[in-house]
């Protein structure tokens, strides 16, 4: 097998556990904001992105469609929140194996990428304790599309302009922890490699029909 050119990484639970931030940093918000309790892991699933997680949640606890202003108000609280939390919650952790793999991936000289639901902001913050930054040339974000298979066609295009040409599917490809991930990868004709790090097991992730299942990035890592 030839290796990738680029290698796509989702955040949370692939990369880092931040310990309930975000759901605390929404909780935060909708009750600074509307006086009311939102506890968004009700209301949504993992590997949705934070556009479908901010209104699907505001839905269920206001009631109604939230408008532009609202959702922005919304994120903007959820961002200031989050900035200061992920410093202090106890479960933050980068996920085993997570620095290693990605310092070989570099070293071989393919392009490390950002594949995140999380709007741009909190993705970089849920980055910072773990100084994970510091591996990434680019990323495409919830911010960009409450879509994932769009936000991955989005990640593919900027790796192919780094490029300097189109890619295919064995030449990008998409690291995550849940089927939404690996659906994602495959409508975007990606290779997806699934990580059993988070909330879904290595049957499940097969069963999602991922091209490669980890158990943890402290496996080896396909074509590297």
Partial sequence: MTAPIAVLFDIDETLVHTGDSGRRSWAWAFDRLHGVAADI?????????????????????????????????????????????????????????????????????????????????????????????????????????PDRAEITRLAMAKAARLHGRDLTRAEVYVVGDTPRDIQAAHAAQATAVGVASGHYTVEELRAAEADHVLMSLTDPFPDI
């Fill in 41 to 145: 892991g009700k209301h949504t699933s993992s590997g949705e992105t934070d556009p479908q997680v901010g209104r699907e949640t505001f839905r269920a606890v206001l009631g109604h469609e939230p408008s532009h202003d609202e959702m922005a108000r919304l994120y903007a609280a959820y961002l200031w929140h989050l900035s200061e939390d992920i410093w202090t919650s106890e479960g933050y952790r980068v996920l085993d194996g997570v620095e290693e793999t990605l310092q070989r991936i570099a070293d071989a000289g393919v392009i490390l990428g950002l594949l995140s639901g999380a709007m741009e902001g909190a993705a970089r913050i849920k980055m910072e304790p773990g100084k994970l930054g510091r591996y990434f040339v680019f990323g495409a974000y919830g911010s960009d599309s």
